[in-house]
């Protein structure tokens, strides 16, 4: 484990013990990664009498439907489905038939939060059949189709459709496609030990509850799996694009990418395919929480800075909303990153240099840029503006990957002597000088340019 200094190693150990002293948590851990390297991880209180490891296994409630997203977005990059299929042509029969698969993995299908019958969580779980069953016309919500509407229910109906077109239990597709690649051996559908055991603290007095940790059935995908500080740490790493074979970087890109808004007009958090999305104090962080029966757990990575945070408690409630982000806020202050030093690349397409420097869209100044992984970033010169990174193509094309123009094809016109003079990107017109009058349209503008 990389080693941070010891002042900031207080600072964390400080947050770390208020957390779980004041909110009287029976078991806490938690970490901070860096560049895929474990940087500090702590625990305070107890699990059998002694400190719980990184090893110690604890519910991680909705964290699991963040696998389950994955295994449908590998079915999706197989081509055995499409995002804008309805749920009727795998899973037939319910009220949320016509809502699109992307729909259910981004919490905008209307469906209720939670399946009927008994409080799932703590009951044990039906099978498949009850559950789609159950979700008839009193299973939607007033929420207006595609607004955010946080559903259980849908990652139940996600875990089906899983398991249908893979021919076997979601679990053992998880275990088979996602976790013994990545080597998460220690994530679980049931308690494996070490682990810990779930609790209710009483609200007046120090004595805790036992609480059930019960199958939950058709419902588990929305919720059951177990994991450890080490195994998350590799989840981190996943989400922040370090993918293996399980995924292609680009896939995991999309996921995420804003899909629904929790919070309205503020877009402080939402949900992109399957993935929870924060932002805080510039960073954009993407993970998921869980909630269980004695349990709490989050996850967040910042994948612009290759950072990432985890906590695990044994608790039913108690640890606050911000213990997470004060973890990375405390790094932030203390040691932030130091820049690499920069140095100049032996691997530039020497070719691209053409193609760099001004170009204007009518009169408005851009900078097109060659970035050290061999894209080409178009940026307005000043300010906000329409801004995408774009990816070489066979053909001599770019193809963008981000901002406006991702999926946009960018295509270089030359003279004669093979000298760039504009950038036609899905039309619009990019010249060397505002409005060239030798570009194609707008082809100049009368009184801009000298008389030739």
């Not at 990389?2 to 957390?19: G, N």
Request: aromatic share 8%; net charge negative.
């Amino acid at each position: 484990m990389t080693s941070l200094l010891p002042s900031t190693q207080r600072a964390l150990l400080r947050r770390l013990a208020v957390e779980q002293s004041e909110n009287r948590v029976p078991s806490l851990i938690a970490g901070l990664i860096r560049d895929g390297a474990t940087i500090w991880v702590d625990t305070r209180g107890r699990v059998g009498g002694c400190s719980s490891t990184t090893d110690t296994q604890y519910r991680i409630g909705s964290i699991t439907k963040t696998f389950v997203a994955v295994l449908v977005m590998r079915l999706r990059d197989e081509g055995r489905l499409d995002l804008v299929d309805k749920l009727d042509e795998y899973v037939p029969g319910t009220s949320i038939g016509k809502r699109s698969i992307s729909e259910i993995l981004s919490h905008s299908s209307g469906v209720t939060a939670e399946p009927a019958g008994q409080w799932w969580e703590r009951t044990p779980g039906g099978n498949a059949d009850e559950l789609l069953s159950s979700i008839d016309e009193h299973a939607l919500r007033p929420t207006p189709r595609h607004g955010f509407h946080y559903s259980n229910v849908g990652f139940g109906v996600l875990g089906e459709l899983v398991s249908r077109l893979r021919g076997a239990p979601w679990h053992e597709v998880l275990r088979r496609e996602i976790l013994a690649p990545l080597g998460m051996n220690r994530t679980t559908l049931s308690p494996v030990a070490p682990h810990a055991d779930g609790f209710a603290v009483h609200p007046w007095a120090d004595v805790l509850l036992s609480e059930p940790t019960e199958d939950a059935g058709a419902m588990a995908p929305a919720g059951q799996l177990w994991s450890t500080f080490d195994d998350l740490t590799r989840w981190v790493r996943f989400v922040s694009g370090d993918t293996g074979e399980v995924l292609h970087p680009d896939t995991v890109s999309e996921m995420r990418s804003p899909a629904a808004v929790d919070d309205g007009a503020e877009w402080r958090s939402g949900s992109g395919l399957g993935l929870q999305l924060l932002r805080h104090r510039g960073r954009r962080l993407v993970g998921h929480g869980g909630s269980m029966p004695g349990f709490l757990a989050t996850i967040w990575a910042d994948p612009a800075e290759a950072t990432g945070v985890i906590f695990m408690a044994n608790t039913t409630a108690g640890v606050t909303g911000a213990f997470a982000t004060d973890l990375l806020d405390l790094l932030e202050e203390h040691e932030p990153r130091i820049p690499a030093p920069w140095e100049p690349r032996a691997d530039v397409d020497m070719r691209l240099l053409d193609l760099t420097g001004q170009w204007y869209w009518g009169p408005m100044p851009h900078v097109l840029r060659v970035l050290p992984s061999g894209l080409l970033d178009l940026s307005p010169w000043q300010g906000r503006g329409r801004a995408s990174r774009f990816r070489a193509n066979a053909d001599g094309t770019w193809t963008g990957l981000d901002g406006y123009y991702a999926g946009e094809v960018l295509r270089v016109g030359r003279d004669a002597d093979g000298v760039p003079t504009h950038l036609d990107l899905n039309t619009f017109i990019f010249t060397r000088t505002p409005y060239a009058p030798d570009a194609p349209v707008p082809g100049g503008v009368a009184g801009w340019n000298p008389a030739r």
